[in-house]
Structures are given as structure tokens and as C-alpha cells.
């Protein structure tokens, strides 16, 4: 009697992993979702066993993690992967798994922020953009040619690094593909509902004279120039619309998806970094290793972005403030 309280006592600590496969789209539990459980550890990720979820969405795996180890299930559906992430000591019972159902087209996913970083530097321009995707719907955007796409000027040679992190997702790398039209590369990554994040650099030479020619493929959302200090963009189809406080780094708004900007000047957001005493790596270090710091550089991105809007807000309302006040109405004019 006394052992089989001990076995009831102690089974949780030992419980098995097990849920259901919810899609997300249609509300209702999704069966035949290849599902498979991964160890996680100092090796890395280690694929225990892959199941089907049954006519109920249901999945249930014999191993047990243990309760100090952290365990990721995947769930495979219309040919995209969903994760969830069991932690430590959390349940491993009744887990919910969520998938969505996919779509070639873009739907409700689209770009809501662009940036495009330019470093001209020894001779080199140095390219970085962040881009990032909100769907506020609730099925997936997958087109195995490639979902996102980039343009890319042919004096990079064909070679960018990109980083691609699904909603609430690390970042992993992706190769991008060419496809039939020149300058236009893409990305088999599907972007799911929520934030999806693309992160793209590349070199080049510094053309000569010094002239960027650029294209920006989405007509929605709003994107932004920005430049370090020390370097200015001039052109007919920008806007400065201010310098961010800290790096004091330039920022131009775009009046077109094609553009011609001409670059003055010379310098790097690290430089700032290196600079005032803190810990940024400095343009030697750079340069042999662009991508080693991509992250690092956009992590600018957030700032940067907020202040273009705020900028804009800032200017909306000044301009309010000028409009005459109507007689008798006590509002202005707009």
C-alpha cells in the first residue's frame, strides 16, 4: 500500500509528454500534424521520437524528460514548423501546439518597418537592413520560392548574410536564392501571424562616383535611410527628417520604391561605440568580419525607428499649431 502512494506520489515527476495539436486558424484541433520531441542540452538539439497527431489532434510521447533539463516540441503542418519551448519543471501534460494553415499569397502579413543602414568605409560601402514583417492574420504566408524578397545591387556579387527570427523565435540563417528577375533574391522562410524579422548585410565597393542605387519591393509600411555621423545622403527623393540623440545618426525618409541617393562622406555606427569608451569592436575589426556584428548595428533599428516617428509626429503637430484659429469656432484651421 505504502509503495503504491510512493509510485502515485512521485508519477508527475516522472510524467510522460503529451497534448494536442490546435490550429489556429480554424480554432479546432488539427490532426496528422507530424509532431517530435527534442532534448535539449549541451550537445544541442538531440530528436527524441516524431508522432502524428490522431483524429483529435492529440499526441502523446513515451519519454520522460528530466525535471532539470528543458525539452522543444515541433509540430510540422502544410509544410511549416511550429515550436513550443518546455522549460524546466514546466507541465509536460496536456501541452497545446499551435499551427496555422498556410498560403502562397501574403495576405495580412505585410512589412510594417524598413531600415537600410549605409557604412562607407575604406573604400567599401557596407549594406544593412532590417525588415520587419507584422500578420495580424491568422494563417501563415509560405511560398517555398521564397517569401521574403530583397533587392540586391549586382556589386555585392551575389553574397548576403541573412538572419531570419520567427515570432518569439531566435534568429537563424537562411540562404538567399536568386530568382529570374536580375537584383531580386528571396528567402524560403515562411512568416507566420505575428512579428517575423529579416536581418540582411552585404559589401561592396564604393561606387564612383558615389551613387547608390537602391529599390524597395513593398509598397506598405515606412522606411528609413540611416547613415552614421559623419555621412550624409543627398537626393530629390528623400527626406531628412532629424539625427538619432545618442549616435547622432542621420535619418531619411524615402518618397519612392526606386531611389538614387549620393553618399558624402565616411564612418561607421561603431566607430561612435569605440569612441566614447565603450565596448563596440572598431573598424579594424570590422571590416574582415562584417557579419560578426550585424546584430550589433541593428540593434540601433528600435531607436532609430522610433524616432522617425516621433519626428514626424513632432512636425504634424507644429504644424497644427501654426494653422490660424477659425473666428468663433475656437479650433484651427487644418
Known sequence: MMRCLLLTVCLPLWAAVDGVVINGTTGKPQPGAAVTLFKLGNSGMQPVETVQSDAQGKFSFSYSPASDSASLLQATFEGVTYSKMLNPGA???????????????????????????????????????????????????????????????KEAGGRAKVMCAAPSGMPVERKPQPTKTPGIYAVDFPIKPGETRFQLSYEMPMPEPPVFSGRILHKEGQTRLVTPRGVTLKSDL???????????????????????????????????GSEAGGEGPTIQEIMPRIYERLFWVLGLTAAILLLGFLLLYRKDATESLKAPILPGKGKRRA
Open 238 to 272: 528623400i527626406q531628412e527628417l532629424g539625427r538619432e540623440p545618442t549616435t547622432q545618426a542621420a535619418i531619411y525618409s524615402v518618397k519612392s520604391g526606386d531611389f538614387r541617393v549620393e553618399i558624402e562622406g565616411s564612418g561607421a555606427l561603431s566607430e561612435i
Open 91 to 153: 507541465p509536460t501534460a496536456s501541452v497545446e501546439l499551435e499551427v496555422f494553415q498556410a498560403q502562397t499569397k501574403p495576405g495580412e502579413a505585410k512589412v510594417s518597418q524598413h531600415m537600410i543602414l549605409f557604412e562607407p568605409v575604406d573604400g567599401k560601402l557596407i549594406v544593412s537592413e532590417n525588415v520587419i514583417y507584422q500578420n495580424t492574420g491568422k494563417t501563415t504566408y509560405y511560398d517555398p520560392a521564397g517569401s521574403f524578397q530583397f533587392y540586391l545591387p
